[in-house]
């Protein structure tokens, strides 16, 4: 992965995708944290993960609602950043790079309590999270998100976890670990 301070050695040629670069997901997380958490927290890395796969993956999003009897009017279809198949589920192996990225930037507070590692916003990752949430660039993946809290946000991530390998055995409970998940 890349920082945008970072971009100068890559070549004019090749395309850049937002997949690669560090901020592109730092924002994501940011707004997940502030929209998809209970006052800019996160109880767990599981549950983080499992709602920022609802995010990421609408249709899948949608396969649950409807399974859960919350059919949704509509919704995009387009994922713009793809996860695994890891030990509890959905996973994206950047996740520890990207939250010691905000960590270190004093945007989010990570603390252990019990077994857990819960994930709070700073003040000041809350007031960025705030100005991301008003550019219209980020207008649907913050309707997503409203839409994952409304019906999942108050679900445990090992609850979550359950949901995702019943009703998406086939499609990744069955992948080896590290397969990429497609929709």
């Not at 960590?103 to 252990?112: F, M």
């Not at 019990?114 to 949430?133: D, H, M, P, Y």
Request: positive net charge; proline residues 4%; contains cysteine.
């Amino acid at each position: 992965m890349k920082t945008l301070r970072n971009l100068s050695q890559h070549p004019e040629t090749q395309p850049l995708l937002a997949d690669e670069i560090v901020e592109f997901h730092a924002a994501r997380l940011l707004l997940l944290l502030k929209l998809c958490g209970t006052t800019g927290r996160i109880d767990s890395l599981t549950k983080m993960a499992k709602l920022d796969f609802f995010v990421r993956y609408p249709q899948f999003f949608a396969e649950a609602c409807k399974a859960l009897g919350e059919p949704l009017k509509s919704y995009p279809s387009i994922s713009e950043s793809t996860m695994v198949r890891y030990h509890y589920g959905p996973w994206d192996q950047r996740y520890y790079h990207i939250l010691a990225y905000l960590e270190s930037r004093g945007l989010l507070d990570i603390r252990k309590e019990r077994k857990n590692f819960v994930l709070i916003l700073t003040s000041l990752g809350n007031q960025i999270a705030s100005c991301l949430e008003k550019e219209s660039a980020y207008r649907h993946l913050v309707e997503q998100m409203h839409m994952v809290k409304m019906i999942l946000g108050q679900k445990s991530g090992t609850r979550l976890k359950g949901l995702i390998y019943e009703i998406f055995d086939k499609d990744i409970a069955q992948l080896p670990l590290g397969e990429v998940i497609r929709q």
